[in-house]
């Protein structure tokens, strides 16, 4: 989704295209800077659609799920189907990203999620929907979005160029968090009134919306990066760069402690809404609205900062971590609410500043398969920790579950933090002359006078 350190002008690249809309804008400082750029204009117009059905999907999802079972094991067993793909192929889906062209591909990936909600919204609506629908269609999806993650990440820089990276994915979130503002209370609305089946049905629909807006784009104003040619060993090549590199390693790690044991929301809040505040759909839907307000605030404060520090990084998993652990033992509905807006603002901020921050450092040739590597380990782990989650929010209650979650990654945040300081207190620097991970100031005088 971003380009490192001379994105357009890596060894053995030739630009193959002409720009006609002229210089990427680069005010960095502009929140909206992004949708300057008609083809990012469109892009993110027709994912504000998709993404609005994808959350209502989710809501629906889950609450059918639980519906049909009463079981929070079952909604952790649903979502760890969905990204069990990711975690068993999610870096081949990365290869296949550098070796093909992006917007081909999203063509392909967009229409087969579409088909998904199609086939489970008609399943439902004729009253002969089980709960192994729910988890094939799960496990579907899954394997699309092993190719779809990391090429529609990637193809983002192809649009904005590499000056604009760091706000386009900002914007990205905080378009993916404003759909989940009024995903699940449109969720909630046609859950209670006509049943969780249009849910479904206006999911796979709003897939048409970014697949027309990929087809109306100007291919001549993209920044196209070669495709890698086939060749044996790309995988591990992939793995060996990551490897060697601690700005790209340690994000990934604590990303994925996060991913695995603290972003398990839809369990632990239908287990809120059933089993401690006694609510229906439309109380799960407030209590998603309320995350993803926190989360929209924290994308659009990511996308004015316009840098990513891993220290910021750090202090954003620790302050998550807490609240998750406060939040677990709110002892009245309102407090509990209030609380999760909080929870969106550094959950996203952890979000965001990992995964701007890996793909600034990671070099153009290299960005597929580090993004596969990324968004395998963030949402590869959901297969190990949901069910785990489940199992112990089933067991010992809501609370503490969510406390647990909180733990682990509280533990994670901590520990990696320590491990960045030992290693030189890596900041990630964004200037005119490029981005550079360098050390804090105090040991760069040190540096200097020794």
């Given at each position: 989704m971003s380009t490192g350190p001379g994105a357009d002008s890596a060894p053995g690249h030739t630009p193959t295209t002409t720009h006609a809309s002229g210089p990427t804008p680069k005010n960095k400082n502009s929140m909206f800077s992004s949708l300057k750029i008609r083809n990012y204009r469109l892009f993110a117009s027709g994912q504000a659609v998709s993404n609005t059905g994808t959350w209502m999907q989710r809501i629906a999802q889950d609450w059918l799920v639980l519906s049909l079972t009463g079981s929070a094991s079952a909604v952790g067993i649903?979502?760890?189907?969905?990204?069990?793909?990711?975690?068993?192929?999610?870096?081949?889906?990365?290869?296949?990203?550098?070796?093909?062209?992006?917007?081909?591909l999203l063509l392909c990936t967009q229409a087969a999620m579409g088909l998904t909600g199609l086939a489970l919204g008609v399943l439902t609506l004729a009253g002969h929907v089980n709960v192994w629908h729910v988890y094939l269609a799960a496990f579907l999806l899954g394997l699309v979005t092993v190719v779809d993650n990391p090429a529609r990440q990637t193809f983002v820089s192809e649009m904005v160029g590499k000056d604009q990276v760091a706000n386009a994915v900002s914007l990205n979130s905080a378009n993916f968090q404003s759909a989940r503002l009024i995903g699940p209370a449109i969720a909630g609305v046609l859950i209670t009134a006509v049943g969780s089946g249009w849910a479904f049905l206006l999911n796979g629909l709003s897939f048409a919306a970014p697949i027309a807006a990929l087809l109306m784009m100007r291919t001549r104003e993209l920044h196209p990066v070669e495709v890698q040619p086939r060749a044996k060993g790309q995988l591990r090549e992939g793995l060996r760069y990551v490897a060697g590199r601690p700005e790209l390693i340690w994000p990934i790690v604590l990303v994925g402690f996060i991913g695995t044991f603290g972003f398990n929301f839809p369990i632990w809040l239908s287990a809120f809404v059933a089993k401690v505040f006694h609510g229906d759909a439309g109380t799960y839907g407030l209590f998603n609205t309320l995350i993803a307000a926190g989360s929209l605030a924290g994308a659009l404060l990511a996308a004015r900062?316009?840098?990513?520090?891993?220290?910021?990084?750090?202090?954003?998993?620790?302050l998550f971590s807490v609240l998750l652990l406060v939040t677990a033992f709110a002892p009245g509905f309102w407090l509990f609410a209030a609380l999760l807006v909080p929870i969106g603002v550094?959950?996203?901020?952890?979000?965001?500043?990992?995964?701007?921050?890996?793909?600034?450092?990671?070099?153009?040739?290299?960005?597929g398969r580090v993004m596969a590597?990324?968004?395998?380990?963030?949402?590869?782990?959901?297969?190990?920790?949901?069910?785990?989650?489940?199992?112990v929010t089933d067991t010992y209650g809501a609370r503490i579950g969510m406390a647990a979650g909180g733990a682990v990654s509280l533990a994670a945040a901590v520990a990696i933090g320590l491990v960045l300081s030992r290693i030189g207190n890596l900041r990630l620097s964004v200037s005119r002359h490029g981005v550079?991970?360098?050390?804090?100031?105090?040991?760069?005088?040190?540096?200097?006078?020794?």
């Open positions: 649903t979502i760890a189907l969905q990204f069990l793909p990711m975690m068993l192929f999610g870096l081949y889906g990365g290869v296949l990203a550098d070796r093909l062209p992006k917007r081909p900062r316009g840098l990513s520090r891993l220290r910021l990084l750090v202090a954003a998993a620790v550094f959950g996203l901020t952890v979000n965001v500043t990992a995964n701007s921050s890996v793909q600034m450092a990671t070099d153009p040739e290299m960005r590597l990324f968004m395998m380990v963030f949402t590869g782990g959901t297969p190990i920790g949901a069910p785990l989650v489940g199992w550079n991970f360098v050390p804090s100031d105090r040991r760069r005088q040190l540096a200097t006078a020794a």
